[in-house]
């Protein structure tokens, strides 16, 4: 156990000093010690790894195998987990199997999005739960692939939009639910990143020994290996990912569907796109959007820039619930509520609240998918909640990607009202030999 807490610290869990102590963790979520939950990580370099470490730090999870295309990746991560638990988990490179093991219980997902829906499909008929990232899908046709495999398997699978489990952002959502802030009428949303215009152009190099470019490319078109197409910046192509629209989008999006009555895909959405730096670099995917969602309860209006990072309140990213008594602006950091003054009264219409520090969430997200994984209670964030959260950034990202200002979007017919362009795009292509599972709902 000590080398398993030193692993958390080492690994960065301990953040901010801010740890719930596994066993506090434990506790909270009701789990109990004496059962064991086996889990294997697919997709291994970066966010999947943090996800796992998550799961090591409570005492119920084993790892009990890592499966990357990648050797150099693999070798690294089980020497980490290895040297943290004292059991080496089992090696692979065929995610397939290694869902034929019947010792896994739940696999994490934390491969390139273009890999999820096939990955999640195929975890769910071999009975495993999933932990996926998000976006859940790269397309809007794979989203309700993973929905009805969910459903049709009776798995629990758990979305990452970790924010869901941030405390800082629970309060914030129960502050404008409980009407704190008055009738909401807008949500403004911002994401500035600067990693959003991609990486400098690059000459293709030899393909890094121990990699199976071909694996993992899978569905997506064959190419040959330039790194800016390969780990981490694999998200400003569209055959992998969806820019800075999918990737902060939606989380903070998610942010904005959670406070409404009945969450929804948005039945219209209004798009302006522009590249506006891309001299040198390399993605396919849009620097610029600005996006308006009018829905049932309020309107939201959401407003990207790659290659800047201020914005309003001095943040760089952070979503503005802009409510009749005030607006309450949160982010990572924390919340702040800015009350209205009311000219009559000649006084604030509420009272000014503030929460600097966040708590982390991904610790909480994960222990909550374990716990539902043993009461099979429906998580955090189910892959309904994920599939509205992807909707809102794809489908976006198909009107700037077809030079559409206006999508209609019908959920009955699961498709665009009078625009073959962006029907096109509701599904993918997948490359031979991988086919797109075939689940109805
Ligand atoms: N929740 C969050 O806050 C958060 C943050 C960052 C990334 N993410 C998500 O996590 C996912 C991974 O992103 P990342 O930044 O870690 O990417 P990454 O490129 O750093 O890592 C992806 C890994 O998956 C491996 N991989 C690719 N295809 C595979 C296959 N078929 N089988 C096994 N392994 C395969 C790659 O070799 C690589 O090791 C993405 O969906 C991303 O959107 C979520």
Known sequence: MNDRRNFIKSTGIVAGGLWLAPSLLQAKQGIA???????????????????????????????????????????RRITEVETATGKKPERYTDFRLLLERSDVDAVIIGTPDHWHCLIAVAACRA??????????????????????????????????????????FIEARDLVMNGYIGKVRKVNIWSNFNYGLGNLIQPATPLPEGVDYDFWLGPA??????????????????????????DWGVH????????????????????????????????????????????????????????LETGPYGKPYGIGYVGEKGTLVVNRGGYEIYPEWDPEAKAPKIEAKKLEVMTESHNLHVANFVECIKTRNEPICPPEAGRIAALHAHIPNIAARIGAEELIWDETKREFTGNAAANKLIWPNYRAPWILPKITS
């Open 33 to 75: 010690a004496s059962d064991r939950v086996r889990v294997a990580l697919i997709g291994c370099n970066n966010m999947g790894f943090g996800i796992l470490r998550h799961h090591l730090a409570l005492p119920v999870v084993d790892c009990v195998a890592l499966c990357d295309i990648d050797q150099n990746v693999l070798d």
């Open 127 to 168: 009975g495993k739960d999933v932990y996926v990232e998000k976006p859940m899908a790269n397309t809007i046709g794979e989203c309700e692939l993973m929905v009805n495999a969910k459903n049709q398997y009776n798995r629990i699978m758990q979305v990452g939009q970790q924010q869901r489990s941030g405390q800082g």
């Open 221 to 246: 078109p064959s190419r040959s290996f330039n790194p800016n197409r390969f780990h981490g910046s694999w998200r400003h192509f569209w055959d992998y990912g969806g820019g800075l629209m999918s």
């Open 252 to 307: 903070l999006l998610d942010m904005a569907i959670w406070v409404e009555e009945n969450p929804a895909v948005p039945s219209k959405v209004l798009t302006y796109a522009a590249n506006v730096n891309k001299e040198n670099r390399d993605r396919d995917t849009f620097d610029t959007m600005n996006v308006l969602y009018p829905k049932k309860d309020f309107l939201i209006n959401y407003d990207m820039n790659g290659g």
